[in-house]
């Protein structure tokens, strides 16, 4: 089997798996971690031949690109003290407390490469922790944070990396030169995210084609992320500002195709790379035992004391955390978590694709020409701390989830989707009262319109009504089901026949697809 062979069988598994998730309440990320661990112990199947350097540049930019463009600058204004409080401090506390406990186990290697262990090993994934805390059915509000947390810890924790790393093989580090090198690449990548934001919106209006703007969406993470490094800024942080900004500044409410083509796409996006990131953990197995060569048995000890003080650190910061979050609070929309949301908070610190791909790309040699000391022990410590916190607490956390009884607050996210729906309908009638008077339009047609929109908001909060207003409402709603139901009915007969027409000789398959495409949207809209 080849390279290639293997690729195709590890996207064919990440589509497979989606379902198998669902089934078995297993996260995707878990079982596709699983997956290539026996993958990578089968004789048949080839080692992985793929350069660390390019791991991050090609499996980062797109998976955060499309978690930052689900959210947006209020959302994570709303999470700041979370993303301080977890993404910058507790990275950098993790980093100090792994550091200090590794060079008490191997005194004999540098302070900078125990640094550099640090770390690599102190941000949880944030793909790997939406994944799980989406598959354990979570509150939106605990989601929101591992998101914010997992969107910003690779930026603090990839420049303390590339710091240490540079004073191993360099031989020279200076803390006033390391604190400019981390603001100016913050600054830098803040300054390449807007500018590129700013053009690709400004290209996106000259394109008229949904599915172009979408071909545009897919290179500008690459483009932000590559750039920045070019520039030594963060290019993680470029890809979350460049992500929030076309997701704040790029909106059109009325590019409906727009939006259809670029969610579906996204969706498909996100499955395939996230299933081969990863698998890819998996599958370098076989890379990590060689380089850190025969005597990786005589590393585990110094693992599981890695492993334990990575875990418990998260717990102990937490617990103060959810403290000073509680004593902080303002009003009902800033409701504390409680000790219960802290411990799974704390739980669903998983490490991924990050950590080891930083692990894998530390340099063989100095500059000096000497090997770069402890690095077999580094990648050993940090495969083993991904594997545990994939695997132990991947698998764990339902249970965990289950066993705190957490609510998933189910009632609230309906009441406040129908309040949006309220204030969309709304917004609609607020409209037509404003056509009304622009054009003069019969009052038989305006009065149907503004029939058709209270009795979608009779059904939606029916408590701002009277029961009999209510009632009948229902019994028009229920009428427009019905006739709902029958132009499926209909629109599915015009679909087989354009399907059938497609296979007619002399028929122009281009074009039947363009009628079947307005079916399909008039099918979706109803």
């Known amino acids: 089997m080849g390279q290639l062979s293997l690729l195709f069988l590890v996207l064919l598994a990440s589509v497979v798996t989606m379902p198998l ?71 950098v506390v993790t980093t100090t407390v792994v550091a ?60 303390v990396y590339s710091l240490a790393v540079e004073a191993v093989v360099d031989g020279d580090f200076s803390v006033p030169h390391a604190l400019l090198r981390f603001v100016l690449s913050a600054v830098l990548a803040v300054v390449v995210g807007v500018a590129l934001g700013w053009l690709a919106a400004k290209v996106a209006g000259l394109l008229d084609d949904p599915t172009q703007q979408v071909a545009l969406n897919l290179l500008v993470p690459f483009a932000a992320y590559t750039l920045a490094e070019e520039l030594e800024g963060s290019g993680v942080l470029a890809v979350v500002v460049v992500g929030l900004y076309l997701a704040d500044r790029a909106a059109d409410a009325d590019d409906v195709s727009y939006r259809l083509v670029g969610s579906a796409f996204w969706d498909v996006v996100e499955i395939l790379i996230t299933g081969v990131a990863f698998g890819l953990i998996g599958l370098e197995l076989a890379t990590v035992l060689k380089d850190a060569g025969s005597g990786w048995h005589s590393m585990i000890g110094e693992a599981a004391a890695v492993i334990a003080v990575v875990v418990l650190v998260r ?19 800033d409701v504390p978590i409680s000790w219960r949301e802290t411990v799974v908070l704390w739980w669903s610190g998983m490490r991924g694709v ?36 994939l695997l132990a607490q991947g698998l764990s956390l ?21 309040q949006l729906w309220w204030r969309a309908a709304r917004a609609a009638l607020g409209r037509l009262a404003e056509l009304e008077e622009e054009d003069r339009l019969p009052v038989e047609l305006v009065e149907k319109l503004r029939v058709r929109q209270h009795d979608r908001l009779a059904r939606l909060c029916p408590e701002q009504y009277e029961e009999e207003e209510a009632a009948e409402a ?21 679909r087989r026949e354009m399907v059938l027409a497609r296979g007619e000789p002399g028929a122009d398959p281009e074009l039947v697809d363009q009628v079947l495409r307005g079916l399909d949207l008039r099918s979706d809209r109803n």
């Open 21 to 91: 998730a669902r089934r078995t309440g297993i996260p995707q990320p878990v079982l596709m971690t699983v997956l290539g661990l026996v993958m990578a112990v089968v004789p048949q199947i080839p080692n992985v031949a793929v350069d660390p350097g390019l791991i991050l540049p090609l499996v980062l930019p797109p998976l955060i690109f499309a978690v930052a463009r689900r959210a947006s600058l209020v959302y994570f204004r709303a999470n700041l003290r979370a993303i301080l409080l977890l993404a910058v401090a507790l990275v």
């Open 100 to 159: 200090v406990a590794f060079h008490q186990l191997a005194p004999a290697l540098p302070v900078a490469a125990a640094v550099a262990l640090g770390a690599l090993v102190s941000p949880p994934d944030p793909v790997a922790a939406v994944a799980v805390a989406g598959s354990v059915g979570l509150p939106r509000r605990l989601v929101a944070i591992l998101e914010s947390e997992g969107l910003f810890n690779d930026v603090t924790a990839i420049v």
């Open 315 to 333: 717990l102990v910061w937490l617990l103060p955390a959810a403290w000073i979050s509680k004593r902080l609070s303002r009003g009902e929309d």
């Open 354 to 389: 990050a950590t080891v791909a930083l692990a894998l790309a530390i340099p063989l040699t100095t500059h000096a020409g000497d090997d770069f000391p402890g690095r077999g022990r580094i990648v050993f410590t940090a495969f083993s701390v991904v594997l545990f916190t």
């Open 398 to 418: 339902p249970w965990l989830v289950r066993r705190l009884g957490i609510d998933p607050h189910l009632d609230l996210r309906e009441q406040q989707e129908r």
């Open 474 to 494: 229902r019994q028009r709603v229920a009428g427009l089901r019905k006739l709902r139901s029958l132009e499926q009915e209909l629109l599915a007969a015009s």
